[in-house]
Structure formats: structure tokens, C-alpha cells
């Protein structure tokens, strides 16, 4: 009969060689050859990605039931996404930048909110990572879906759009002009009065 510390070893044992396959599925799952990514690309996956992810039930004592509560989205990397995140030379594919390392990161973020007393590299966190890589596929951001669209605009159309610019500057500055005038009687009078 086992004694109660080889149950828990054996358990232990268990929880990280099923820790381990899950981060062997999420390695495997992703493409070897990813594509490179953009600031751009990195700011946008990260903001739907804590949309998507990022949101747990709990109490509300105030309204005296469950409510959907959101990790904020006013953090620093809705801003500026890191610098790893972004990837447009070398080799896209490692852990260190590109896609991978944004999508554990992200995950990492996401756990921590969802689960704080859960330690990381755990088997959720690393099914939460495989969750957000298999939502990147049906996204197809590896196809570039995230790419800013590109306007070609040709040499009049540009002039065309300066010309409109610089006309609606125009008014303005000719209409903050007239209020100024209009201030500038108005204090007269009043100045006017007041010295009489």
C-alpha cells in the first residue's frame, strides 16, 4: 500500500508531465516558419486578445449578483505594445519575439487576471495559451488579416486633398478671426462705458 507522500508525488508527477504535453501541444500547433509582425499587427492582437480572453464572473456585492468583470484596457501595451512583441527581422519563429512571444505574454497577463493564485506555467495557463493560439488561426493573423490596409492615392488626388485641407483651415482661422473681432468691439463698448 502507498503511503500518503508517494500519492502526492505520484500527483505532482502527474500535474507537470501533463503541464508539460499541453506547452508540447501549444509549441506543435503553431507554425515553424511564422510570418513577421509589425507594431501595428503586435497592438491590435494584444487588444483583441484581452477582449476575447480577458473576463471573469464574480460577486457583486453592490448589485447582489454575478457580474462579467473585464481586465482593464487602459494598460500601458494598449498604448505601446513591447518591443519583443515586434518582429521584422531575424528569426519570427523563437520565443524570444514575434507572434510566440506575444501570445505568451499575453496569455501570462490574461492567467494572472483570471487565476492570481494560480502559480504560472501551470496546465491552465498553458491551456489558455493553446486557446489563444487556435483563435489566432481561425483569425488568420498568421495570413496577415492584421496588416493595415494600404490606400495607393495618386499625385492629384493627393493635391486634391491638400487643397481641401488647406480650404478648411482657411474658414476656420477666417471664422476665429470674425469671433475675434466680435470680442474685441464687444470690450470696446464696454470699456467705453465704464469711462464715462
Not at 483583441?48 to 471573469?56: E, G, I, P
Amino acid at each position: 500500500m502507498k503511503t500518503a507522500q508517494q500519492v502526492i508525488d505520484q500527483m505532482e508527477t502527474n500535474v507537470i508531465i501533463n503541464t508539460k504535453n499541453k506547452y508540447n501541444e501549444c509549441n506543435s500547433f503553431l507554425l515553424k516558419d511564422l510570418p513577421y509582425i509589425t507594431k501595428q499587427e503586435a497592438q491590435k492582437a494584444y487588444k483583441l486578445l484581452v477582449n476575447k480572453f480577458a473576463k471573469k464572473n464574480v460577486w457583486s456585492n453592490l448589485r447582489n449578483k454575478w457580474v462579467t468583470k473585464k481586465q482593464s484596457g487602459s494598460g500601458f501595451y494598449f498604448r505601446q505594445p513591447r518591443r519583443c512583441w515586434i518582429c521584422l527581422s531575424g528569426n519570427p519563429s523563437s520565443l524570444s519575439k514575434g507572434w510566440r512571444r506575444l501570445i505568451h505574454d499575453v496569455s501570462h497577463m490574461v492567467h494572472n487576471f483570471l487565476k492570481p493564485n494560480l502559480r504560472e506555467h501551470c496546465y491552465q495557463q498553458a491551456e489558455l495559451e493553446l486557446s489563444m493560439i487556435k483563435f489566432a488561426y481561425d483569425q488568420k493573423w498568421f495570413e496577415g488579416t492584421l496588416k493595415p490596409k494600404i490606400k495607393v492615392i495618386s499625385l492629384e488626388e493627393k493635391k486634391d486633398l491638400k487643397i481641401r485641407h488647406l480650404e478648411s483651415l482657411v474658414k476656420k482661422w477666417e471664422t476665429k478671426n470674425k469671433t475675434t473681432l466680435t470680442y474685441l468691439k464687444k470690450y470696446k463698448v464696454k470699456l467705453k462705458r465704464l469711462k464715462r
